[in-house]
């Protein structure tokens, strides 16, 4: 199983092979963590992401996918973009929370990747509360193993957010 580490910071300044990119689904761009990867990750991540858009993603990358570009700028080689699931009260979308995990590591494993860093995945303009998500993500990141994989760290943007994540891993990694 790798590593899992928590460390509170911000997403761009990770110097790992893999960043994730709590993308949408046009993969042209957003706010957020979309927002400051594309600002600082500079034109070639969006060439990248044009070009698949022109290509297997005609139709945009679904909820749950997971696909990798250039990093451009970024300290980190590649970023993998994938698309969380808006958090809903009336349907449970747990499981498309955790296909964006599982399938941002095995992409990132099939780069030959060794550390990945993700963002608390739909918890921002996608509303999913923390503790819900912290959960599926801390469980379903320590459940794919992957053996090229040696460490995933979880980047949170402030201490509150770090501070649940913290007491989730506590209780199931
Ligand atoms: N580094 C680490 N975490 C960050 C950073 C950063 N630089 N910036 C924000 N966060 P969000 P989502 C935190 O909204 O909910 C975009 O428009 C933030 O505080 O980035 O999956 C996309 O294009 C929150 O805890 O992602 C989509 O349309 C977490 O990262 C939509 O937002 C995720 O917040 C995706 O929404």
Same mark, same amino acid.
């Given at each position: ?73 970024? &300290? !980190? ?7 969380? @699931? $808006?958090? %809903? =009260? *009336? ?6 929370? /955790? ?19 993700? &963002? !608390? ?7 999913? @509360? $923390?503790? %819900? =998500? *912290? ?6 990141? /320590? ?31």
């Amino acid at each position: 199983m790798a590593r899992i580490e928590l460390v509170l910071g911000d997403i761009t300044e990770q110097h790992v092979d893999v960043v994730v990119n709590a993308a949408n689904s046009s993969l042209l761009g957003g706010g957020g963590v979309d927002g400051a990867i594309h600002r600082k990750g500079g034109p070639d991540v969006l060439a990248a992401c044009r070009k698949l858009r022109a290509g297997h993603y005609g139709r945009g990358l679904g909820t749950g996918q997971a696909v990798a570009t250039t990093a451009g700028r970024l &300290p !980190a080689t590649w970023v993998v973009h994938t698309v969380g @699931p $808006v958090w %809903s =009260a *009336a349907e449970d979308r747990s499981a498309l929370l /955790a296909d964006c995990h599982r399938n941002s590591l095995r992409v990132a494993a099939d780069l030959g990747a060794r550390t990945v860093a993700f &963002p !608390a995945i739909s918890t921002g303009i996608y509303r999913w @509360p $923390v503790e %819900s =998500a *912290a959960r599926v993500a801390l469980t379903t990141v /320590a459940a794919t193993d992957l053996p090229e994989i040696a460490t995933v760290r979880f980047v949170l943007f402030d201490r509150a957010t770090y501070d649940v994540f913290d007491v989730v891993a506590s209780e199931v990694v």
